[in-house]
């Protein structure tokens, strides 16, 4: 049915310093094109720490959309990323990643629609 929406989360530990989620999110969002999208949304993520110093964090994620009203269309939307950090002291981390991201018509009347993102990224978190 069109109107329900849902979200569901599993996490998994493998280790102390690894975590495993797979998630699935059904839900509507305004849109300032048409009247809204819905969408189905899965995602699987695993994050951790090795060796001591080393943290990481890999996403990937699909989402099926639909466009309803003024104009009508299905959308294909996936990401994939990850980042790298290095813990350098007790109060700062440096971190960087890189992420691709994809929109492409699922058919209708334009079906060869298509966007690519490419995203790298660098930067210091500091914690007080």
């Known amino acids: 049915p069109e109107?329900?929406?849902a979200s569901v989360e599993?996490?998994?530990d493998i280790t102390p310093d690894q975590r495993l989620v797979i998630s699935y999110n059904r839900d509507f969002e305004d849109v300032f094109f048409t009247n809204y999208v819905g969408y189905d949304r899965f995602s699987v993520s695993l994050a951790g720490k090795a060796l001591d110093r080393l943290k990481y964090d890999f996403q990937l994620m699909y989402r099926l959309e639909s466009?309803?009203?003024e104009i009508d269309r299905t959308?294909?939307?996936m990401r994939v990323g990850g980042d790298l950090g290095y813990i350098a002291t007790e109060?700062?981390?440096v971190t960087g990643g890189v992420g691709w991201s994809r929109r492409a018509s699922a058919g209708g009347t334009?079906?060869?629609i298509e966007?690519?993102?490419t995203n790298v990224h660098v930067g210091l978190n500091f914690a007080f």
């Open 110 to 112: 334009n079906p060869d």
């Open 115 to 117: 966007f690519d993102d």
């Open 91 to 93: 109060w700062m981390d």
């Open 3 to 5: 109107g329900l929406t």
């Open 67 to 69: 466009y309803k009203g």
């Open 10 to 12: 599993a996490g998994l």
């Open 75 to 77: 959308d294909h939307f």
